[in-house]
């Protein structure tokens, strides 16, 4: 494990970072054009195990985008007529006989609608016309009977006449396999391409589910319905699709040429694909395969567009809702229907989905993804990761010399370069209906960057280690040589960061006498000297005696240059008293000798007093309970003795705000339970 470890910081450093970077970059820009790249099915489903991250971000964000802005509807030129609970209950179970059905469209005709879509499709005879049911009549039933049966309008035929008289459009659901009730195609309206076949770019079905050839050659248009899900939720709806060679209309444009009387929609095919998808004087820019990327409403906010069958049946609606509109006649009722998932995460029935797509062309709310973006995005990521990788590694650069001061902030640099991204996507969204994929360069670039960031890390750590090496070996000769620990037992700290030697002393007593009688310290208690720690308590900071005074005495803000010179006091104090210790040792002073005990103690409590909890602290980012008992009881009492004092900075705190800066830094900079001992020993003084 330490050689696969050392490996890896090995490839790391090479050549400052650069050459992994660069690996990095390539890759990952690699994954992110193709996982927008118009792929075959089976191609598409194993290139999703590799790029399925970056297309779940994409449509996380571009969701997010429609959360935070949906579209306001302007106008209502669609009614949805629907087939909900309350028809149900009033004419019956579904399907109907057909002889209802057209009933409801010659009802909704005498309004004169515009146009009228149906949002459901009837391959079979209807099995209530007569003429089905003189064929199941039993052997020894009155031919009379029969007869009488024959004689009646065919329930089919009743309805193709309505479909005939009012300007219809029939649905149909694409299929990408054959089966018993499907065809290779249906009846529909050529349309009128200008340029390149559409064929290569358009979603293809093998085979359709259409309704019967008389209700087909009855209605002014037909339509196919079917909708893609990208992982459970409709964000792109097709203008045109394909069943077979054919190029077949989606439902709104459909009724919008059945509705303005035009002969035929418009395709514009370019080399990349279908530009636009055109009827009169509407021209619909797509995504290269004729789709658009549909720009939802709110539920809430088109309610207002559903009326009940019944009430239309009943002679009870407002003419208003269906004169001149374009009517979409569909199943809501409770078991009849598919809910689909919006982008916005709204449940909605499919022919709500229709309905917001002709809603979108009327106001002129379209989003668009064009074709050329992702390669704009691509040389703007490649952009900015070459010149992150030739700026980064410099050593002399004033990032480098920041990321010394504070690591840390590599992390927010990142957060902040991608926010920024994704607050120009935002912007994008909402004021020119563009989609921009801010996504892969936080993907993208936040790589590059920690690799690059990793790489000055472990060069830096390395740097640090050497220097730390050799300030230990100075340190610790100039301690045995000028009697370092001496000299700071008899010179007094002068400044701001003097301590009460008497409170230290105390405080740090009462305090260990309390953790001692918790069980869970008792065992690890008993091997420690209290009075030697209250002693060790009074000089924890007596490194500070080789930090200059005017460090010491500043009374604003501390450069890093001083943060620094402050952090090394832990170390020196350690040093000192180790290099006294030693002293002792090495002139033969024995185990019996007291001052042993004392200086194996301060030297303990001096160089981890400074550590934290979290592991945040100095100097050497200790963890929990590898910060030694010792110490994590010192730091409690150096932090309460100093906010209980006057500092240069600011003045004493009073005593209860001193303890609730404590006990706001339980688990974070101080031991939990110690913390709590804390509170019960100045419970008791």
């Known amino acids: 494990m330490r050689s696969l470890l050392d490996l890896f ?190 064929l290569p770019h358009v979603r293809k079905f093998e085979a359709v589910l259409a309704s019967l050839p008389e209700l087909q050659a009855a209605a002014w248009g037909q339509a196919i319905l079917s909708v893609d899900l990208e ?25 919008l040429r059945v509705a303005t009387g035009e002969k035929a929609i418009r395709l514009d095919v370019g080399k990349q694909g279908i530009n636009s998808v055109a009827i009169a004087d509407l021209v619909v820019p797509t995504q290269p395969a004729g789709d658009i990327w549909l720009h939802f409403s709110r539920i809430e906010d088109t309610v207002s567009r559903y009326v009940s069958a019944a009430e239309v049946l009943d002679g009870t609606i407002d003419p208003s809702m269906l004169q001149g509109k374009l009517v979409m006649l569909g199943l809501t009722g409770s078991g009849l229907h598919d809910m689909r998932t919006t982008a916005l995460g709204e449940l909605v029935p499919g022919i709500e989905i229709q309905a917001q797509v002709l809603e979108s062309l009327f106001d002129g709310r379209m989003i668009l993804r064009p074709w050329w973006m992702k390669w704009l995005e691509t040389s703007l ?81 390395r740097e640090e280690e050497q220097r730390a090496a050799e300030q230990q070996r100075v340190r610790e000769a100039a301690s045995l040589i000028a009697g370092e620990f001496a000299l700071a037992l008899d010179t007094p700290i002068h400044g701001s960061y003097m301590h009460n030697r008497n409170t230290m002393r105390q405080l740090t007593h009462a305090l260990a006498s309390e953790v001692a009688r918790q069980s869970g310290y008792q065992q ?58 030693e002293g002792i040792e090495n002139r033969g002073g024995g185990d019996n000798d007291p001052s042993l005990a004392f200086l194996t103690t301060l030297e303990e409590v001096a160089r981890s007093h400074h550590e934290n909890w979290d592991g945040s602290g100095y100097p050497n980012q200790l963890v929990g309970e590898n910060i030694p008992l010792t110490a994590r009881i010192v730091a409690i009492v150096d932090t309460w003795e100093s906010l209980s004092s006057d500092r240069p900075w600011r003045v004493r705190l009073t005593r209860e705000a001193a303890l609730e800066v404590i006990r706001s830094e339980s688990g974070s900079r101080f031991d939990p339970e110690l913390v709590n001992c804390f509170c019960k020993v100045l419970a008791q003084k």
């Open 381 to 461: 990521i490649l952009f900015l990761g070459l010149l992150l990788i030739w700026y980064i590694p410099r050593s002399e650069s004033p990032l480098a010399r920041f990321l010394r001061a504070v690591p840390r902030a590599s992390a927010w640099i990142t957060l902040s370069i991608n926010l920024l991204l994704i607050a120009c996507g935002y912007l994008l969204f909402r004021y020119q209906g563009i989609l921009f994929d801010a996504s892969s360069f936080f993907i993208i670039l936040s790589s590059v960057i920690g690799s690059l960031i990793a790489s000055a890390l472990i060069e830096i750590g």
């Open 231 to 255: 992982f459970g939720v409709v964000r792109r709806i097709p203008l045109v699709a394909a069943i077979g060679d054919t190029v077949v209309p989606g439902l709104p444009m459909e009724m």
């Open 9 to 198: 910081r090995q490839i790391f450093q090479y050549g400052r970072g650069r050459p992994i970077a660069l690996v990095i970059l390539t890759w990952t820009m690699s994954v992110s054009v193709i996982s927008e790249l118009p792929l075959e099915q089976g191609t598409a489903e194993l290139a999703g195990n590799v790029t399925g991250a970056f297309t779940k971000a994409r449509q996380f964000l571009f969701d997010s985008y429609q959360k935070n802005y949906p579209r306001k509807p302007l106008s209502q030129p669609v009614t949805i007529v629907a087939i909900d609970e309350l028809s149900l209950s009033k004419v019956g179970q579904w399907p109907w006989p057909r002889t209802k059905l057209a009933a409801l469209l010659d009802a909704i005709g005498n309004y004169q609608p515009a146009a009228v879509g149906l949002d459901m499709y009837m391959p079979e005879a209807d099995q209530t016309s007569p003429q089905q049911l003189a064929q199941g009549l039993p052997a020894d039933t009155d031919p009379a009977i029969g007869e009488a049966l024959r004689q009646l309008p065919d329930h089919d035929a009743v309805l193709a006449e309505s479909l005939y008289l009012l300007p219809s459009v029939l649905g149909a659901a694409g299929f990408d396999h054959t089966s018993y009730t499907t065809s290779a195609g249906m009846r529909t309206k050529p349309l009128l391409v200008t340029g390149a076949s559409p």
């Open 524 to 581: 690890e208690m008993a091997s420690i000297d209290i009075d030697e720690l209250a002693r060790a308590a009074e000089y924890c900071d007596l490194g500070l005696a080789q930090v200059s005074p005017a460090t010491l005495n500043s009374s604003g803000s501390l450069n890093t240059e001083q943060r620094e010179e402050i952090a090394t006091h832990a170390e020196l104090g350690a040093l000192a008293a180790k290099a006294v210790r």
